[in-house]
């Protein structure tokens, strides 16, 4: 029949429409043996959009019941919801999902997460960008992307000559050391211990803080404390007269979902890059957060250019 959609163990009627219709519209299903086939997602998504009617309407409330207990059901389905309003090709309706905007078009992964999940992120790619939808108590969906960012700065800096006197450090000319580094209270100049551990080019006790300060001077930023804003470093491009391009904040390899999107919204909210630096293999690597606002943005570069989130019912 072509007016009848399957879910199995479950069977559904279209209303006023064929089920090809339904399939050209919202890129769902397949057919086998002249048949509609749906995944209990995407018929969840049919009957929210009220396009098909259980076939025998006194299973109404076992369908309900089927549906709400799936795994993870609870976020898995305003993520997919969001996704197919907005016209994307779905596969893969679990809680990672692969999605596309065109039958060709580039694929991109989205994951789902809870608020008090942990992202690891190593899993991150180098050559692609992630998604990351999270769902709240309230089931609203805030995404973002998650892509490595190559950090270049130019305020290369010589490390000066140091030597070491009683329990002081001397200076052999303070000149030397830029004004932007440490702070000074009358004629002290007062030093971090990432800072110190620069200037004294001692890598071999570095915990995770001094190696992000050292590696991130190294490819020529400056950097302040970015305590005020919850990160670790404010980290400046070129000039410490201009206002810091990024906040940096680092993690271990994991990294727990409130603390990402705590960052992030502090970042958009003072217009700066949110970055999050963790050892990896050694080195230390660098993934860039970015709010997703409006997802028919995601295959553009402008991410940020919306003003207001098309798909978060609630004013921010």
Same mark, same amino acid.
Request: with cysteine; aromatic share 10%; proline share 3%.
């Given at each position: 029949?072509?007016?009848? +959609?399957?879910?199995?163990?479950?069977?559904?009627?279209?209303?006023?429409?064929?089920?090809?219709? !339904?399939?050209?519209?919202?890129?769902? &299903? @397949?057919?086998?043996?002249?048949?509609?086939?749906? =995944?209990?997602?995407?018929?969840?998504?049919?009957?929210?959009?009220?396009?098909?009617?259980?076939?025998?309407?006194?299973?109404?409330?076992?369908?309900?019941?089927?549906?709400? $207990?799936?795994?993870?059901?609870?976020?898995?389905?305003?993520?997919?919801?969001?996704?197919?309003?907005? &016209?994307?090709?779905?596969?893969?309706? $679990?809680?990672?999902?692969?999605?596309?905007?065109?039958?060709? &078009?580039?694929?991109?992964?989205?994951?789902?997460?809870?608020?008090?999940?942990?992202?690891?992120?190593?899993? %991150?790619?180098?050559?692609?960008?992630?998604?990351?939808?999270? +769902?709240?108590?309230?089931?609203?969906?805030?995404?973002? =992307?998650?892509?490595?960012?190559?950090? *270049?700065?130019?305020?290369?800096?010589?490390?000066?000559?140091? @030597?070491?006197? /009683?329990?002081?450090?001397?200076?052999?000319?303070?000149?030397?050391?830029?004004? #932007?580094? $440490?702070?000074?209270?009358?004629?002290?100049?007062?030093?971090?211990?990432?800072? !110190?551990?620069?200037?004294?080019?001692?890598?071999?006790?570095?915990?995770?803080?001094?190696?992000?300060?050292?590696?991130? =001077?190294?490819?020529?930023?400056?950097?302040?404390? $970015?305590?005020?804003? &919850?990160?670790?470093?404010? /980290?400046?491009?070129?000039?410490?007269?201009?206002?810091?391009?990024?906040?940096?904040?680092?993690?271990?390899?994991?990294?727990?979902?409130?603390?990402? %999107?705590?960052? /992030? @919204?502090?970042?958009?909210?003072?217009?700066?890059?949110?970055?999050? /630096?963790?050892?990896?293999?050694?080195?230390?690597?660098?993934?860039?957060?970015?709010?997703?606002?409006?997802?028919?943005?995601?295959?553009?570069?402008?991410? #940020?250019? *919306?003003?207001?989130?098309?798909?978060?019912?609630?004013?921010?």
């Amino acid at each position: 029949m072509k007016d009848e +959609v399957f879910c199995p163990p479950y069977r559904f009627r279209t209303l006023r429409v064929s089920y090809s219709s !339904l399939m050209n519209r919202y890129r769902l &299903g @397949r057919v086998l043996d002249q048949k509609l086939y749906v =995944t209990p997602l995407e018929c969840a998504f049919l009957l929210s959009r009220k396009k098909i009617i259980p076939a025998i309407p006194e299973k109404k409330d076992e369908i309900e019941k089927f549906l709400s $207990g799936l795994p993870d059901f609870n976020i898995r389905f305003p993520a997919y919801f969001l996704l197919k309003k907005a &016209g994307f090709i779905v596969k893969n309706d $679990g809680r990672e999902m692969i999605i596309k905007k065109r039958k060709n &078009g580039k694929e991109k992964r989205l994951e789902v997460f809870r608020t008090d999940d942990e992202i690891d992120l190593s899993s %991150v790619n180098d050559d692609s960008d992630f998604l990351l939808s999270v +769902v709240d108590q309230d089931g609203d969906v805030t995404t973002f =992307t998650l892509s490595h960012e190559e950090m *270049s700065g130019s305020a290369m800096i010589e490390a000066p000559t140091i @030597r070491k006197q /009683a329990n002081k450090i001397m200076l052999e000319d303070d000149k030397s050391v830029p004004s #932007w580094i $440490g702070f000074r209270k009358g004629n002290i100049r007062f030093l971090t211990d990432p800072e !110190l551990s620069y200037l004294m080019r001692s890598h071999r006790s570095e915990d995770a803080v001094r190696q992000i300060y050292r590696d991130l =001077t190294e490819r020529g930023f400056i950097l302040k404390s $970015g305590f005020k804003y &919850g990160a670790l470093f404010r /980290a400046y491009q070129k000039s410490i007269e201009d206002h810091a391009e990024y906040l940096i904040a680092h993690s271990g390899k994991s990294l727990k979902i409130l603390d990402l %999107v705590r960052i /992030a @919204r502090i970042s958009n909210t003072v217009r700066k890059k949110c970055v999050i /630096a963790f050892p990896r293999e050694g080195k230390i690597q660098y993934i860039l957060i970015k709010r997703v606002k409006d997802y028919n943005q995601l295959y553009t570069d402008q991410i #940020w250019a *919306s003003k207001s989130s098309t798909f978060n019912s609630k004013s921010e």
